[in-house]
């Protein structure tokens, strides 16, 4: 007998994604594809006693049921963290999720029926339109760098605005100040949700950080956050991703919708991992190891920039991105199918990721992601080396 | 400016969560609600020591990202743990999920549009009816009980059948060797997928365990299983619910679906609580730590039954089940409304599990399930007590 269809979005699933898969297993390949940290940055002894203490001490958060929401002395850490004099959060803001890609499931959840419309930055993180892709929504390409960029019709009708304003995943690219103020009063007028994903917010590796989007939303309200930003973080790239740690900072409204939907979605969040998080904070731990992790981090930006530089300034356009994860460069000519270049990439040692992945209509070949943390000085110009090899045989293929 | 709409399927959750959050506020009740384990039966100072060591002799796989389907030796670990002479399991066929919850999640993304048929034993298990609420599925009933239970007219046209056979959470109720027979032949004829939830299938208090459906699918088989049986297994009941460790076993193109879906979901479990979990297989610590488990949870069973017998024959009628961590209890009078019945024991200081939350319908107002795990005996027996004088209140009102 035949089996039952499965749902339609699966049909959707691009082929790339395996791609990596299958090429992550090849010991030769160097793997300038994925945001990967590199494992130096985690503080093992700190982390292995902080899990055993962790059970020992609070067997019964660590080993229970714990709320859906999170553990409360978590969310109060969260929340004071945050706060800022402009900005009063209590628990009521903060939801606990199973890392940063759980929000994105859950915000999805909460604000999405079939065909509604996403006002998406693009090029767009890929999580999170794998995360919205069972709901088959509509986008709404935003290109914040464009002149004539005007948030508010850009915004109207869509259920949430998807932005990420630090080093956008994929594009390296930080939002300014001024577009961050448009967008937050385009959210305060339009009414729409505003969500302001933020992984990579604490990897500046150039100049004092922008304020956040959520924090000049807060100005000028009193009493308990009850503003348009739903903003995003996660102790994935400050601490390690083991963990599954993240967090959604929003109206309470909205972290009851969330929360609703989280029950129904894993139940809560390890009990151990969110104990051990809440010890990375307290104990001052995640703000010790962050200017080692800008250090290295700004070294290896530093030294993919001049590989690139070396070798595929013929071919490329980029910009050097002041923090974050990665670089996005542009081939000059429209002929260089970036979707093309990652199967020659692949042969000749190198893995890359291709534009299309990000665009939400899949269109896009002009472009790729690279990336920096994960590896040393002289693995990023050998991989740059082969790089610039397979893109000459693409165009050589091409002619 | 007003916000976007949420979902439509928020507004059809129901408020018994909510009175079950802020009655577990209470210290002076007597929690029989809910489906706890006693914090007693944890090993602490063995899952202390594993937690250390996990990180530190295993920091990339506990500290990083991991492969979306689990760590290749817990799935490894896994397959040979449920193969038996007749199942051959390998990798391929398993999946790890964030808790047993998620697995639900993840059946419903890869095989529910709006409106799609569920063939649910019936009461059916809360978490999956919540699980499953954003997609708006239709259910159809199954009382496995019935005589008349016919399963390939009730498989008949459905996405996926939905049974617990072990203990059913709500009825405690076992399902039978010649059921188990007649369901996984019915799942052969229609093609219908067979959701096999099994969380309390270590929970045996009297008797042999009865092999699992998804064993006797594998029976005549060759080679990697691929059968219609989707297992879930999850460490809470055996373990510890903390770590959020949970499994499905099913045909390698279901594990595949559920991969995709998993990718959007949460991207990974958590690899600290996953080395945990492998810890406690190999080591053999939850096999050594069963006996206890059982031990104690059949007293307490054995405990509630008595007072249950001394305090409620009047009103109610039940069986006592042979296995898992609940009583079903249903009133003798059709005017007991257990939905009343609830408010008013909290008010004389106990809380119980009225059916309708059980009920894809949302129906049935004619029992209630009693949980025997987490309390003592005397606790057990004076909740008791307490539940008796609300059940004469709530029938003194109803006159």
Redesign the interface.
Known sequence: ????A???W?AQ?NDV?QIF?SAGQRPDLINMA?G??D?AV?P??E???F??????DH?????????IEGLPALRDALAARFSTPELTLTRANILIT??G??A??LIG??????GSLIAAQTPAYL?AL?????HAPRYRTMRLEDPDFAPATAFAG???AYTVPNFSNPTGRLVGLDSRRAMVAAA??????LVEDDPYGALYYDGAPLPRMLTLSGVGQTGTYAG?VVYLGTL?KEL?????IGWIIAAP?MIA?LT??K???????????QQ?ALKAFESGLTDRILPDILSLYRSRRDALGDAMASHLAAHLDWQVPVGGMFFWATAKDPALDTDRLLRQALKHGVCITPSSVFDPHGEDRRSIRINFTLNAPERLAEGIRRLANAIEATLAQTD
Request: hydrophobic share 40%.
């Open positions: 007998m035949q089996r039952p499965f749902a339609r699966l699933t994604t898969l994925g990967l940290p494992p985690w093992v002894a982390l292995s006693a899990a055993a203490s962790a059970v020992s067997p019964t958060e660590t080993l229970g049921y714990g709320p199973t890392g890609m759980q994105l499931d959840k909460v604000l999405l029926e079939e999580g794998d995360a919205w892709r069972p869509a259920q949430f305060e007028t339009t009414g729409t949700w348009p994935s390690a991703p083991g963990f599954r409204e919708a609703a939907a029950q129904g979605a894993d139940m809560c969040t390890s009990g151990l991992c051990i």
